[in-house]
């Protein structure tokens, strides 16, 4: 028999039940404000994100299931029309068929793929996305879902070709500028790369000319009136058009000196050639021009050589010895007050001359070492039994073996003549 509750018992009960209804109230009250706020928070995030990015998502088989305003609104198509159908309506031909190869094998994989996809609008016009493709997979791992947001870059991408366009044209407009220089540079100098090894001497010779950048700071300028024979050799400061634009402006001063004003002796042009280097420029550049270079006399009629050599790189091979043209330690453009002499040698018929920037020696092998001084020399003299006329192209085939394609290090020049009386 069940023993009867009390009214104090109950009494009690009902109060702990009503205690616990209240706090039942109070629980699903602020469960129910906090799953509303949260609501509203993905609502937030969805406005923000759907203005911002085109969302959509497929099925394992890639038909789209879902997509947002903002996909809707860029591809041109209604969400009706977007339902039921294969991603690729949107695939621009374009696209590289790899792209899609990869971004599929990425996402069965269960991985995120990223990339930038180029697709087509309802009307055939194209748009540029930034896309981020992932899976959703089910507890064993397997995807069931596939979902793509993308952001529209397709202004970036219009900006990225038209600054492509005018790099291409400003690349086209250089190379016509530094062709057009260098048909100044040949008609002002007395080699160019088409007539190689033809400077105004009727003295055996050969020339290698050979540019960093299609015009050169390295260059020869020769005079030749009866038994008298002046040569140049120089290396302007400076690559490519700078050196080039030195080199035609100091050549136009030796031109005058020799031509016009009838110097030749070597230790006189050297002293106004200096100065004359000094007073091209109205003010001071930043980076000082000098030009390393020597200066040949022969009087074949003598069999004499006088010659100045500042900074210069020279040598005279006699009976397969080779003896190196002094040189002082400075250039044209900073003597500085300082007096230069000339110095001369006897020649004998047969002599052969050889003037060379630092191009020729400082070409670099795949391994870094320079081709050097002690190496050249060695050559040079092995190569005596070769005639000078041919020995240019045989100089450029070892030093093309000696850098194995790798790039030329600097303009390189380098003249080799043979007195003869």
């Not at 959703?136 to 397997?142: A, F, K, R, T, W």
């Not at 950048?213 to 030749?224: A, E, P, R």
Request: one cysteine or more; proline letters at 4%; charged letters at 25%.
């Amino acid at each position: 028999m069940a023993t009867p509750v009390n009214l104090q018992e109950l009494t009690y009960i009902l109060q702990e039940l009503t205690q616990n209804v209240a706090h039942y109230q109070a629980h699903e009250t602020s469960l129910r404000d906090r799953i509303a706020s949260l609501e509203r928070e993905a609502g937030d995030r969805k406005r923000i994100l759907d203005r911002f990015a085109l969302i959509s998502e497929t099925d394992t088989r890639g038909v789209i299931t879902y997509a947002n305003e903002k996909f809707c609104e860029v591809s041109g198509y209604s969400l009706d029309e977007l339902i039921g159908q294969p991603h690729n309506i949107v695939r621009h031909p374009d696209t590289p068929k790899e792209t899609f190869r990869e971004l599929w094998e990425t996402i069965k994989a269960g991985r995120i793929w990223q990339g930038e996809i180029k697709n087509r609008r309802k009307d055939g016009s194209y748009y540029w996305v930034l896309a981020t493709v992932g899976p959703l997979v089910d507890s064993e791992g397997y995807p069931y879902r596939y979902i793509s947001i993308r952001v529209d870059i397709t202004q970036q991408k219009a900006l990225e070709e038209q600054l492509a366009r005018e790099r291409d044209q400003l690349a086209a407009d250089l190379q016509a500028n530094l062709h057009l220089a260098q048909e100044i540079q040949a008609a002002l100098i007395a080699n160019s790369p088409a007539e190689e090894g033809n400077l105004a001497l009727d003295l055996p010779h050969f020339t290698i000319w050979k540019p960093l950048q299609i015009v050169s700071g390295d260059f020869f300028w020769t005079h030749q009136e009866r038994s008298r024979v002046l040569i140049f050799a120089g290396d302007s400061v400076g690559h490519g058009m700078a050196g080039a634009l030195v080199s035609a402006l100091f050549i136009q001063e030796l031109r005058h000196l020799v031509i016009h004003q009838g110097i030749w002796s070597p230790e006189r042009l050297a002293e106004e050639l200096d100065e004359r280097l000094g007073h091209l420029f109205r003010k001071k550049l930043s980076l000082p021009i000098t030009i390393d270079g020597t200066i040949l006399f022969i009087d074949r009629q003598r069999l004499k050589l006088s010659y100045v050599a500042l900074r210069g790189k020279g040598g005279l091979v006699r009976e397969g010895a080779v003896t190196q043209l002094e040189r002082y330690p400075f250039s044209f453009g900073d003597l500085l007050g300082q007096s230069v002499e000339e110095r001369t040698l006897p020649l004998q018929e047969g002599d052969r001359l050889y003037l060379y920037s630092d191009g020729l020696l400082d070409q670099l092998s795949p391994s870094g070492k320079k081709w050097g001084n002690t190496r050249w020399q060695e050559f040079i003299t092995q190569l005596q039994a070769v005639p000078i006329t041919e020995q240019g192209k045989v100089i450029w085939q070892e030093l093309e073996r000696w850098r194995q394609g790798q790039p030329q290090t600097d303009d390189i020049a380098l003249l080799g003549v043979e007195v003869v009386v």
